[in-house]
């Protein structure tokens, strides 16, 4: 997730085994060349990626196999300088990546590194290469330049290619337990108090979520669903404007926001529960009253199958739109 700044963060304490392993390996010069993050979303796999790039690119490790943050390599890496970094990402949230970038990408890793330590590429999410696109970068991955290593993440490793995932060596991270979430959390400035099991399991998006940047996306998004609920404003102009927000974090919301509302709908349509018992605010919560939970279950699983919309070609305005106007038959069935 995009809104919290990861890297003052204290290393998680779960990824503590799998960062010995790669310590180990870093130190012996024995690490693969592609190496695959993967691991269920939230979990600060990023955060492992960065670690082992920084490592790998330091001149003066300390004695966890840690990239020491001072010498000349990680003074260019932090400011985002190091000429021997590059990123294979999709040109938009959310969009594939495509055969021309991976040639791009590819030619990139291929120059003389201005270190000794050779280049790195990142590509991410892995997932998001397409046929095509993964096609072109086997070559690379199998006969990478000399000393370069390439470090893939993805949150979904059955969606990549096997041929793809057979080329890297696979560092799979785990979610924390929840004494370990609980404590990390608080470490890092967030009151874990009334966090329910699931955001224990995913403690990085908790953190975005928590976020100053994050409330105010999600004010901005609420309002404008109960005001297209309300007809206050049309489904497509609201569309146009949810299209260009962050693609990911925009469709965890919604997902929020979906069993919410479905659980406020089955709940008596003359109590709101508002901001005290619920999740919603309490402008969406009086909205969920006036649905009819039998047309809105449908609903829901439209939101399960946008998130996957959300990382094809398909139009994602339009997906955002057609899911707007879906959910205003919803409320006029009850009506009628
Ligand atoms: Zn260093």
Known sequence: MSTVDTTALDMPPWHTPAWAHMAHAIAADRVAHGLLVCGPPGIGKRVFADRIV???LCRERDAQGDACGRCAACRQRIAGTHPDISR????????LIKVDQVRAFSQRLHLTPQ???????????????SPSA????LKTLEEPPPACHIVLVTDRVSALMPTVRSRCQLWRLTPPTPTQA?????ANGMDPAGLDADSLRTPFAALARDSQDYSALVDGWDRTLSDVIRNREDAAS????LAREPADLLTDWLYRRASALLAQSLAAADEPQGEAGSVLPAHLARVATRMDPY???PWCAGVVESARLARSNADWQLVLESLLLDLKRCLKRKSS
């Open 238 to 241: 609201a569309a146009e404007r």
């Open 134 to 137: 993964a096609n072109s970068l």
């Open 115 to 129: 270190y000794d330590s050779g280049r790195i590429g990142w590509i991410d999410p892995a997932e998001d290469l």
């Open 295 to 297: 047309a809105f279950e």
């Open 182 to 186: 609980t404590e990390w959390l608080t």
């Open 54 to 56: 920084a490592a790998l």
């Open 88 to 95: 294979l990402v999709p040109e938009e949230p959310g969009k």
